[in-house]
């Protein structure tokens, strides 16, 4: 079975860094795109970054990018988010997905989540 676990999230000041990570399992991970998103209090879960098969990163808000980086390490099935000068409207949960096709159509995933608190 699919299987998404982030980890990494954790209290930071404005300013400060952090790198997530998202291991992956049960599907060719290789092959497929990855994605991270997050959803802050109050507010709908948004796309943070996309990143394809082989490695080419996007980032989807003026916001964040040149500030946050998505990679991939194909041999260890991980996907990472590093997140440099971290500000307060970056606190949320950060979620891992991955989009795998199946015969009804195309199947979301999701990871549980981890928790940044950007404050002083």
């Known amino acids: 079975q699919v299987q998404l676990v982030e980890s990494g999230g954790g209290l930071v000041q404005p300013g400060g860094s952090l790198r997530l990570s998202c291991a992956a399992s049960?599907?060719?991970?290789?092959?497929?795109?990855m994605y991270w998103y997050r959803q802050a209090p109050g507010k709908e879960r948004e796309l943070v970054a996309a990143?394809?098969?082989?490695?080419?990163?996007?980032n989807y808000k003026d916001s964040m990018k040149g500030r946050f980086t998505i990679s991939r390490d194909n041999a260890k099935n991980t996907v990472y988010l590093q997140m440099n000068s971290l500000k307060p409207e970056d606190t949320a949960v950060y979620y891992c997905?991955?989009?795998?096709?199946?015969?009804?159509?195309?199947?979301?995933?999701w990871g549980k989540g981890t928790l940044v608190t950007v404050s002083s």
């Open positions: 990143i394809t098969n082989t490695g080419s990163g996007f």
């Open positions: 997905n991955a989009r795998i096709p199946t015969i009804g159509g195309p199947m979301d995933y």
């Open positions: 049960g599907f060719p991970f290789s092959s497929y795109g």
